[in-house]
């Protein structure tokens, strides 16, 4: 039985309009043991019967048998094995790999059919000895001559070691000595196998052939048996699929073997890394954009860096409490008692109202106009240079003369003096100043807030009035001419007393908030009326206080200036803030992030930006995704013959494309790794990218996580894409598209 017969073969090539044909009906027998030239012009059809037969091309009609196998319903994968076991090319061309040495071209056979790394060694070099390459075992196969490269192209079918060899004018490049030497070597190398040669030189071979074949359009027009011979066996080859470990290692060695295409692919792959990361970060600028519009009435300072931290019992903080939270990660400094961020006071005189938020001194480092306070009651404005609602058009105004100062819960004496001593320009303070104060006045306003945020009952002569809805009005205020235990008292209060007179009764006061609770009894010493009024009180004008209780500053110390209980931590970076709140909250305090309570007028229309910009990140990405395969596929055009090569030398698809995997994962992977070296040197000044700084402020571990595996996803869709591309057609019309 024939080691492969065709019967009635026609082989068809399909082009866009016409349909040529490239043999007909050819109807021929092979034996092993045969050493069978086939010759005839240009166009006759040598190429592709030596393709069909090789299984490299597929044919239309009639019937291939393969040891008597059928193969008309032959599989992609049927071929493969068949060509696995059976058959070593030759190409007129080589087809070797340019990048890879002697020695590693003869290995890459080896390992891609199953052997072991280190078990080869000997092989090789035998081989390359065998074919006369000793000297250039370590030599790139681009380095050599034609000869020298048909050399190495035989040695590989050699070391493939198939009972069948098919040589496709192996010769056709090479000049008449180097020609006959290689006639001669693959005549040495032929012994018990089947080998199909096709040349124009019929001479050359002339002494080795056993049988002439002449083709002429598409047909056989002779078939000549010169040298009877006897049937062989024929002997498959054994082989083995190539180990993880070598495909790795051979990954390895493509991802760095062509350097133009290895750093071509890594700037594709770094320009694909950061725009992802540009896009991801895109999407998490638009949360933290979104978080951060709104407005609330209640807080003056809705900073994104602003935490209210209370304590979980409403006990007062300890020193060690603030320590603490101010040696906290991400804490930039912390406000105690914050009441007095969230208050406005307005400064004034007859002419020139400006209002807005305090601030303590500490939180100023200069003045653009005037000087910064040096004395008691002296204070800095700041505001928008543009606002001239703020800051009025002479500045001279209003430097170094006095105004007076009043809280907006009106409760503050009403000729408390101020000196405003510098202008702090501040173009983010367009419609409110900020006002700069020292600690003792932030203190007096802090009483008066603590007074307003707190109920105040009045019991007097068993009567209780409830600070909060009592139909008595009265105020509490703090006077230095009263003694401590004593209280002077309005005189409406006498129609509550006994005989309408309240002098040397006791009266108690009861101060509720929500962190405590704190009660005086006081002996009324005096009724004030408008001819003591001054006298007794210290104060001014009887017509600006309205049924107020005056007691002693040490008693009014007493139940208002309780301690702190509310401070608000400022952080660094506001990007982080849940980490820190996290840590707060396990140290056991409740923390209000003001950010949180900001009612947002366009939430909704957020909502619908957010999804859109979703959707642009997946189509930006596919974009992407798009762009870089073409740019790819365009490097890799170059690796076609590589891939073609290594599927004629038996490379499955699978592993072809587990090969391909490898080489672009390993390409993306150092492009990743750049990518973080990048960061870093950024991170820590090493150069300054200001683009890569803003996005990296965004990311955080996860993120970083999150797009590598969006980026080796993509990776993998990308070869996965251009391996489908090189496997969709038989090996020849692959290798055809690119040679
Ligand atoms: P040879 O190797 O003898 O020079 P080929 O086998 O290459 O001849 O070609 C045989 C015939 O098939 C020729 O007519 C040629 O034009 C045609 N042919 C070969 N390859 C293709 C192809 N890829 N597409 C269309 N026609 C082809
Ligand atoms: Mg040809």
New binding site residues.
């Given amino acids: 039985m024939s080691i492969i017969k065709l019967s009635n073969v026609s082989k068809f090539?399909y082009?866009k309009k016409t349909i040529?044909?490239?043999?007909t009906k050819i109807n021929v027998e092979f034996d092993m043991g045969e050493f069978v030239v086939i010759t005839?012009?240009?166009?006759?059809?040598?190429?592709?019967?030596l393709n069909v037969i090789s299984g490299l091309d597929s044919y239309e009609e009639g019937e291939m048998y393969i040891n008597g196998e059928e193969t008309s319903h032959y599989t992609e994968v049927d071929y493969e094995n068949y060509r696995r076991k059976y058959i070593g090319n030759i190409f007129q061309n080589f087809n070797l790999v340019n990048s890879y040495t002697v020695y590693e071209n003869i290995e890459l056979v080896l390992l891609l059919n199953g052997y072991k790394r280190r078990e080869i060694k000997n092989k090789i070099l035998d081989i390359i000895k065998t074919v006369g390459l000793t000297k250039y075992k370590n030599t790139k196969a681009s380095k050599l001559s034609g000869g020298q490269k048909q050399r190495v192209a035989i040695a590989r079918a050699l070391a493939k070691d198939t009972p069948i060899i098919v040589a496709?004018e192996p010769t056709g490049s090479l000049d008449v000595k180097s020609a006959r030497s290689i006639m001669k070597l693959l005549h040495d190398i032929s012994k018990e196998k089947l080998v199909v040669i096709?040349t124009h030189n019929y001479e050359q071979v002339e002494e080795y052939a056993t049988r002439k074949i002449s083709?002429h359009d598409?047909k056989i027009i002779e078939d000549k048996k010169i040298v009877k011979t006897e049937p062989v066996k024929a002997n498959p080859v054994q082989y083995k699929n190539i180990c993880n470990k070598d495909k790795v290692l051979l990954g390895f060695k493509n991802a760095f073997n062509i350097k133009t295409k290895f750093l071509l692919l890594l700037m594709v792959y770094l320009f694909l890394t950061i725009l992802v990361f540009s896009e991801y970060t895109s999407l998490q600028k638009i949360d933290y954009d979104n978080d951060s519009n709104g407005y609330n009435y209640y807080f003056q300072d809705v900073s994104n860096n602003r935490v209210i931290v209370n304590k979980k019992d409403r006990s007062s903080f300890t020193r060690d409490d603030i320590d603490n939270i101010g040696k906290l990660e991400n804490v930039d400094y912390l406000v105690e008692n914050d009441i007095l961020l969230d208050i406005q006071v307005a400064v004034y005189d007859n002419e020139n109202y400006i209002h807005g938020s305090v601030s303590s001194l500490n939180n100023l480092k200069n003045v653009d106009v005037g000087s910064m306070p040096s004395n008691e009651h002296e204070i800095v404005i700041s505001a928008s240079q543009n606002s001239s609602y703020l800051i009025f058009s002479d500045k001279d105004d209003i430097i170094g003369k006095e105004f007076y100062l009043q809280n907006d819960s009106g409760g503050f004496p009403i000729d408390y003096k101020v000196k405003i001593v510098g202008i702090k320009y501040d173009d983010s303070l367009l419609y409110s100043a900020k006002i700069y104060a020292n600690d003792a006045i932030l203190n007096d306003l802090m009483k008066i807030e603590n007074l307003f945020y707190s109920t105040t009952d009045l019991k007097v002569n068993n009567q209780i009035f409830k600070g909060d809805k009592s139909r008595l009005y009265y105020d509490i205020m703090p006077s230095e001419r009263v003694a401590s235990g004593k209280a002077v008292a309005f005189q409406d209060l006498n129609l509550y007393c006994k005989d309408y007179t309240c002098t040397g009764t006791d009266i108690t006061l009861n101060v509720n908030n929500i962190y405590y609770e704190e009660s005086a009894t006081l002996k009324v010493s005096k009724i004030y009326n408008k001819d003591n009024f001054k006298e007794l009180t210290g104060y001014d004008d009887i017509n600006d206080f309205y049924n107020v209780i005056f007691i002693s500053t040490k008693d009014y110390d007493r139940l208002y200036s309780k301690g702190t209980y509310q401070i608000s931590v400022y952080l660094e970076d506001a990007k982080n803030a849940n980490t820190t709140i996290k840590k707060l909250n396990d140290l056991s305090y409740e923390t209000f992030y003001v950010k949180d309570a900001l009612a947002d007028p366009i939430s909704n229309f957020m909502d619908i930006i957010r999804l859109l910009r979703s959707i642009v990140f997946v189509i930006a990405t596919i974009i992407l995704f798009f762009i870089s395969y073409f740019v790819i596929k365009i490097i890799l055009k170059s690796r076609n013959i590589y891939f073609s090569t290594i599927r004629i030398l038996g490379a499955t698809k699978k592993i072809s494309k587990q090969l391909l995997n490898i080489e672009l994962l390993i390409d993306i992977n150092v492009a990743y790794v750049l990518f973080l070296l990048l960061v870093l040197a950024v991170k820590i000044n090493i150069i300054n990218i200001a683009y890569i700084s803003d996005m990296v402020s965004f990311l955080k571990i996860s993120d970083y996580v999150i797009v590598y595996f969006i980026l080796m996803i993509m990776s993998l869709l990308i070869s996965n894409r251009y391996s489908h591309k090189l496997f969709k057609d038989s090996v020849m019309?692959t290798f055809?598209e690119d040679v």
């Fill in positions: 090539y082009n040529s044909s490239g043999f005839g012009e240009s166009g006759s059809g040598k190429s592709t019967l496709d096709v083709m598409g019309n055809r």
